[in-house]
């Protein structure tokens, strides 16, 4: 299993912006690799999704436009990059990697990981 944690998270006001990263403990070439979320009272939910080549990306649509994922191999690390947050982006969020290596598919759902994060706690204030 690949332990992964994940950082950056805080409070910050509604408009601002924060980057989340999620260090690996192995090498993460070959990973297909997201962030999910997961607010008070509500189920997790995809929030984006990188393919190991990073020739596929996923956006749910709530954060299409403000939101973007990227991975440096070379630091077996995943970012997000959130702009322009909204109180309803509130979640603890978490990182997930597919240790399945050279997937050709590429799934946005919780059962297509399985590798995850402790969370980081995400609040935006409004």
């Known amino acids: 299993q690949v332990q992964l944690v994940e950082s950056g998270g805080g409070l910050v006001q509604a408009g601002g912006s924060l980057r989340l990263s999620c260090a690996a403990s192995?090498?993460?070439?070959?990973?297909?690799m997201a962030w999910f979320r997961q607010a008070p009272g509500k189920d997790r939910e995809i929030v984006a999704a990188?393919?190991?080549?990073?020739?596929?990306?996923y956006y749910t649509d709530s954060v299409k436009g403000r939101f973007t994922i990227s991975r440096d191999n070379a630091k077996n690390t995943v970012y997000l990059q959130m702009n322009s947050l909204k109180p309803e982006d509130t979640a603890v969020y978490y990182c997930?990697?597919?240790?399945?290596?050279?997937?050709?598919?590429?799934?946005?759902?919780?059962?297509?990981?399985?590798?995850w994060g402790q969370g980081t706690q995400v609040t935006v204030s409004s």
């Open positions: 192995a090498r993460t070439f070959g990973y297909n």
């Open positions: 997930a990697v597919d240790t399945r290596r050279w997937r050709t598919t590429f799934g946005v759902r919780s059962s297509d990981f399985d590798s």
């Open positions: 990188l393919n190991w080549s990073e020739r596929s990306t």
